[in-house]
């Protein structure tokens, strides 16, 4: 239920003839990943259902696809500079429509999982090049169109898991869960067809530059050496390599780190994790999309499986979550120039007032409306301000690259945050029945408030102002 955040952009002089037409095109291209990112919430018990697999193969159909999509944005936004925007925006869009297809037609868990990786990977080239492209289309006029952007990444924010639900449970021509994937190609069609045709074929900006290949793969190594151990870690009993791969990870992680003070080229400028300010933000994001990402696979999980709802229902019954964060989300936008940071000390505030809320509701009657809505306005307050308070106290020529690394760290944390909440959800499931489940649930919660909390120290460290009110 998550959506990827960019970084402030930049407004450019001209604005295209055929703009609009082009901005639906990327609006398209954007829905598939927004779309995407959330149906493991919903279907994932139909898939295991229907391809059998285990517990961690319900967390990794999620992780997978967000795993792969931190590494890959590391790289995508570069590829836009280096081969131009357009171009890799079609590339990704191609490669997305053909992941999709792979996931329609799975025919085992594993094939499912090498698609949902793919997927993520191309989304990765896809998404960081909408904004881009956006500021080419509307020059002066971007905030036209960032107007229309924000209520559309809000509404298939609310809308994603119902959609999934709804097709899950229609089963159209006996299709179940592969229609959710397969609803990708109308759709990709439409923006690859209408973007190829308008969309602005700028110069590159990094022409004949090189990509940093060996960071990139050791960023994807330690991010794997993290997040595999901690989701198979419980069903395989925590064996001693488990352990092994996650020290291995800090050393792998410290390689890359260590190759990127070098002279040649390079994927992030260290020099932005000097600032406290920023280093704490890198955390706080961590944290914070763990909590949001992993406790909706975990809710998802407990109304399914442990009570027993479709599809549908279960996406029914968390809508209020996504409609209090559409809310909360136009809340947060109106009062950052007043509030700074503040801001996200009173979104906290309301998702632990409603994650305490739903630990003393929860039953085999299901989780109350109320809680989930005031977990989803305190989220929704977030989203909004968070890059820009993070970025603050940089300078101008940092915020591009600071602004990426925060991009792949929130699919990082997400990742993390399935692998962990979903292993904490499991490990404490004792029974095949909705009481046990409940348990379950309350442990998971219980996490969550505690991460919350842990969020809500780390914002008093991040700037009093977001970039566009500090100075």
């Known amino acids: ?221 330690g991010m794997f050496l993290l997040v595999y151990p901690l989701t198979q870690g419980h069903e395989l009993g925590w064996p001693l390599w488990s352990f092994g791969m996650l020290a291995a990870s800090v050393v792998v992680l410290a390689v890359f780190a260590a190759t990127q003070r070098g002279d040649g080229p390079v994927l992030v400028r260290l020099s932005v994790f000097a600032r406290r300010s920023y280093s704490s933000g890198v955390v706080f994001v961590v944290a914070f999309f763990g909590v949001i990402t992993g406790f909706s696979l975990a809710v998802g999980l407990f109304l399914q499986l442990g009570l027993g709802y479709s599809p549908l229902k279960a996406s029914l019954t968390m809508a209020p979550w996504a409609v209090g964060a559409f809310v909360g989300s136009a809340v947060g936008a109106s009062v950052l120039a007043g509030l700074g940071r503040r801001v996200l000390h009173l979104g906290l505030g309301l998702m632990t007032a409603g994650l305490t809320w739903l630990y003393f509701s929860l039953s085999v009657d299901g989780p109350p409306v109320a809680p989930l809505a005031v977990f989803g306005a305190g989220m929704g307050m977030i989203f909004v301000p968070l890059f820009d308070i993070i970025v603050g106290d940089l300078a101008d020529d940092e915020v591009g690259s600071a602004s990426g690394i925060l991009t792949s760290v929130q699919q990082l944390g997400a990742s993390l945050g399935i692998a962990v909440l979903g292993t904490v959800f499991f490990s404490n499931v004792d029974a095949p029945a909705a009481p046990a489940f409940v348990d379950a649930a309350k442990v998971v919660t219980l996490v969550a408030i505690a991460l919350t909390a842990v969020t809500f120290g780390l914002g008093f460290l991040l700037p009093r102002k977001a970039k566009n009110a500090a100075h």
């Open 1 to 221: 239920m998550t959506a990827t955040l960019d970084a402030p952009v930049l407004v450019a002089p001209a604005a295209h003839p055929r703009r609009w037409l082009g901005l639906f095109a990327i609006l398209g291209a954007d829905l598939l990943n927004l779309l995407d990112s959330t149906v493991g919430t919903i279907a994932a018990p139909a898939i295991q259902a229907d391809l059998g697999g285990s517990t961690a193969t319900l967390q990794w159909i999620a992780a997978g696809y967000t795993l792969a999509m931190a590494v890959g944005l590391l790289v995508g936004g570069r590829l836009g500079d280096m081969y131009g925007r357009k171009r890799m925006m079609i590339v990704g869009v191609l490669g997305f429509l053909g992941a999709s297809l792979l996931c329609a037609v799975a025919f085992s868990p594993e094939t499912l999982l090498v698609a949902r990786v793919l997927q993520g990977g191309f989304g990765a080239v896809m998404v960081p090049q909408s904004f881009g492209l956006i500021r080419e289309l509307f020059g002066a006029e971007v905030g036209k169109a960032f107007a229309l952007l924000g209520p559309v990444i809000g509404l298939a924010t609310v809308l994603g898991p119902v959609v999934a639900g709804l097709l899950v449970d229609a089963d159209v021509f006996g299709t179940g869960w592969r229609m959710v994937f397969a609803i990708n190609i109308p759709l990709g069609a439409f923006a690859l067809a209408v973007g190829a045709r308008v969309l602005p074929d700028s110069p590159p900006a990094a022409r004949g530059q090189r990509l940093d290949v060996r960071g990139a793969l050791l960023a994807a190594a």
